[in-house]
């Protein structure tokens, strides 16, 4: 669950904020919009991740799209030897 905090609030009550954002997101507003938010250091790194691993599986998906179409690919013979391992 997260929170919502005017920034007037969030400069005020700034060390309770960092502590909570440590166990939830804090969404940090001015005039009732939401401007930024606050997060754990684990939950940044999670969500980086999560979006890494999006990026991956979409290019992923692009390659074998491109080869289910008919592009040519790199016999493994020559990945091998352009490596030095053949």
Sequence with gaps: MAIDMPVTEA???FSELVETAAHEPVFLTKRGQRQAVVLS???YE???EAAEDAEDLA????VMAEIMAGSPTIPWAQVKADLGLA
């Design 59 to 62: 290019a992923s998906d692009a």
């Design 46 to 48: 999670r969500l980086m």
């Design 41 to 43: 250091p684990a939950e």
């Design 11 to 13: 400069r005020e009550r």
